[in-house]
């Protein structure tokens, strides 16, 4: 089992209040579903980023859906490459899901970044996504990989693969920029939402302080060679939901298709 590491911190342990949040995070929301084939989302604690999240997520057309392959950067423990994760199923508030272990061996034994280190699997990044996925694609089942010190380049063919695969879907996560006034957030923000929405890795690197850049610029390399185009759907702060104007942290979230 990958036991829930954040729940009651980033999100809440009940199912209920789960429910609740997406609830109101859905109030208004008009757009018809349709197929993407992976989202950018953000990791914070839901009253924080939760919207931009689920607005994203909302979106999408799970139903042809196999796999969900959830990518995020390790912030806790120091991995080189990246791990896979090779349990048998992921626990989540409102269900326990799947885990494709027998795709992750196929990853692990293909590409030679990918290992199983147990540490790396208490992470966040990708655990706040679990809820979102299990609310909207609830008989799909999971990947987990998490990234440590590794180039973005080594990614591209792994996101590619997946990419090309009509019964998988892609998440990468990252927040943007952390602890900055909110006029210098907005700033260094745009670099990273206009290289997004144009498919500009080198933009990317003029200053977007993405915690999970590398995951970006492989998604926009692998879906650039692939002829896909992306589009941002939310953006905001914590400042939107603190007021705290001084020290705020980006959130992003943006679909591929």
Do not use: W
Not at 39 to 54: D, L
Not at 158 to 165: A, G, P, R, V
Not at 172 to 201: G, Q
Not at 225 to 231: A, C, I, N, P, Q
Request: contains cysteine; charged residues 25%.
């Amino acid at each position: 089992m990958r036991k829930m590491s954040v729940a009651g911190q980033f999100y809440p342990k009940e199912c209920s209040e789960i429910k609740r949040y997406i609830e109101v995070f859905s109030q208004e929301l008009t757009h018809d579903k349709q197929r993407y084939r992976a989202i950018v989302s953000p990791h914070a604690g839901y009253v924080y980023s939760g919207f931009t999240a689920n607005k994203a997520y909302a979106r999408v057309d799970f139903s042809q859906i196999k796999r969900v392959i959830v990518l995020g950067p390790s912030h806790r423990v120091y991995l080189k490459g990246a791990s896979v994760a090779l349990t048998d199923r992921y626990e989540s508030p409102c269900a326990t899901m799947k885990i494709d272990e027998k795709y992750s061996l196929e990853l692990k034994a293909k590409y030679d970044f990918l290992h199983f280190q147990d540490s790396a699997h208490s992470e966040h990044s990708t655990e706040t996504q679990v809820p979102f996925i299990e609310h909207y694609a609830s008989e799909v089942s999971l990947v987990e990989i998490v990234y440590g010190e590794l180039s973005y380049k080594s990614l591209v063919p792994l996101l590619k693969e997946i990419l090309n695969d009509k019964d998988s879907f892609l998440v990468i996560s990252t927040d943007l920029s952390h602890f900055h006034s909110l006029d210098e957030a907005n700033s260094l923000d745009n670099i990273c939402l206009k290289a997004v929405k144009e498919m500009n890795v080198s933009d990317l690197e003029k200053g977007c302080e993405a915690c999970g850049i590398t995951g970006v610029k492989a998604l926009l390399e692998a879906s650039t060679d692939l002829g896909l185009k992306s589009e941002v759907i939310d953006y905001r702060t914590s400042a939107d939901a603190s007021g705290d104007t001084s020290r705020v942290v980006g959130y992003m979230s943006a679909l591929v298709r």
